[in-house]
Nanobody
Framework: QVQLVESGGGLVQAGDSQRLSCAASGLTFSNYAMAWFRQAPGKEREFVAG????????YYTGSVKGRFTISRDNAKNTVYLQMNSLNPEDTAVYYC???????????????????WGQGTQVTVSS
């Protein structure tokens, strides 16, 4: 069956960097647009960053633009989220998601994804 397994979360201080990974199995990874979402306590799940099937197209929510970078390695079936200049507002559970696509486009709608990981906690202390 399809599995998305996130890793790399933890406790960091404001200003630090952290890299999240999401390893996919049970699917043809290169057929899927991938994305990272996050959900803070008491808030809705929000889109953070997305990447197209080939990695040629990316998109970020405004609050992370210039600080976060999404990338993928189709040979390793893995998508990454490099997070720099972290601040306490970035504290959340981070989820990766996969959307089967024909077009090489980014998917940003939370309802547009076929599979989700279990999430990894990122906590940024001030």
């Amino acid at each position: 069956q399809v599995q998305l397994v996130e890793s790399g979360g933890g406790l960091v201080q404001a200003g630090d960097s952290q890299r999240l990974s999401c390893a996919a199995s049970g699917l043809t990874f290169s057929n899927y647009a991938m994305a990272w979402f996050r959900q803070a306590p008491g808030k809705e799940r929000e889109f953070v960053a997305g990447i197209s099937r080939t990695g040629g197209n990316t998109y970020y929510t405004g609050s992370v633009k210039g600080r976060f970078t999404i990338s993928r390695d189709n040979a390793k079936n893995t998508v990454y989220l490099q997070m720099n200049s972290l601040n306490p507002e970035d504290t959340a559970v981070y989820y990766c998601a996969a959307s089967e696509m024909i077009a090489n486009e980014v998917v940003i709608d939370v309802y547009g994804f076929d599979y989700w990981g279990q999430g990894t906690q990122v906590t940024v202390s001030s």
